[in-house]
């Protein structure tokens, strides 16, 4: 399958700063990028989707201004978690869908995010 | 955005024995997707499914896509430890502007 890579995998910040997550596609380009928030032992929960070169689609109750995407290639998206909470810890996991499938995504690992 | 339902939401069961879970919605799906995840790590795609009446299998799992294409399901036959994990079944809708999950069934496999 194809290979999406989520960088970093894990990652302590302080009350107030900011924090950035990227999402790559190794091996194909992604036209469509997700991004989830996963509670512990709950389901992925989709925050926003982004398109390459355009302004990302955010669900309903996720503060844009908050976790800013930025999808400027067809291979990298960027989450950044601004002023960052200890209530913003969490699991954030993005997701890739190649630009030839509009019925498949390839996900990356995952960022363990702690706020202290 | 339609909703997923899956059910069970957890399963214990011991090594050997065979389970089921299913995947439902109000509405046809286009195509649906079935993960495995792992604790600490990403959901990893197991099967797609397009076709009303489709059956594929992966080892010993075996996915079922209903006729009417409004549910799925997923038998695993002699389970092992391994198979532990979340198992989510998602679509894309929209054409492929939203991507959305089942509240996932929580396997566990005990040896």
């Known amino acids: 399958g194809a290979v999406v890579s989520q960088h970093p995998s894990r990652v302590i910040c302080k009350s107030g700063t900011s924090v950035k997550i990227e999402c790559r596609s190794l091996?194909?380009?992604?036209?469509?990028m997700f991004w989830y928030r996963q509670f512990p032992k709950k389901s992925l929960m989709l925050m926003a989707t982004?398109?390459?070169?355009?302004?990302?689609?955010?669900e309903q109750g996720v503060e844009k201004d908050k976790f800013l995407i930025n999808h400027a290639s067809l291979t990298l998206s960027t989450l950044t978690v601004t002023s960052a909470h200890p209530e913003d810890s969490s699991f954030y996991i993005c997701?890739?869908?190649?630009?030839?499938?509009?019925?498949?995504?390839?996900f990356g690992q995952g960022t363990r995010l702690t706020v202290v | 955005t339609q909703l997923l339902e899956q059910s069970p939401q957890f399963l214990s069961i011991q090594e050997g024995e065979n389970l089921t879970v299913y995947c439902n919605s109000s509405?046809?799906?286009?195509?649906l997707q079935w993960y495995r995840q792992e604790p600490g790590e990403g959901p990893v795609l197991l099967v797609t499914?397009?076709?009303?009446?489709e059956v594929k299998k992966l080892k010993r799992l075996t996915f079922q896509f209903g006729d009417a294409r409004k549910d799925s399901s997923l038998h695993i036959t002699a389970a092992q430890p391994g198979d532990t994990g979340l198992y989510l079944c998602?679509?894309?809708?929209?054409?492929?502007?939203?991507?959305?999950f089942g509240p996932g069934t929580r396997l566990s496999v005990l040896p």
């Open positions: 997701s890739a869908r190649p630009w030839t499938a509009n019925t498949e995504a390839f």
């Open positions: 091996d194909f380009q992604a036209t469509t």
């Open positions: 982004s398109n390459e070169g355009s302004k990302a689609t955010y």
């Open positions: 509405s046809v799906f286009s195509s």
């Open positions: 499914v397009v076709t009303g009446g």
């Open positions: 998602g679509r894309i809708e929209n054409y492929g502007q939203n991507f959305v």
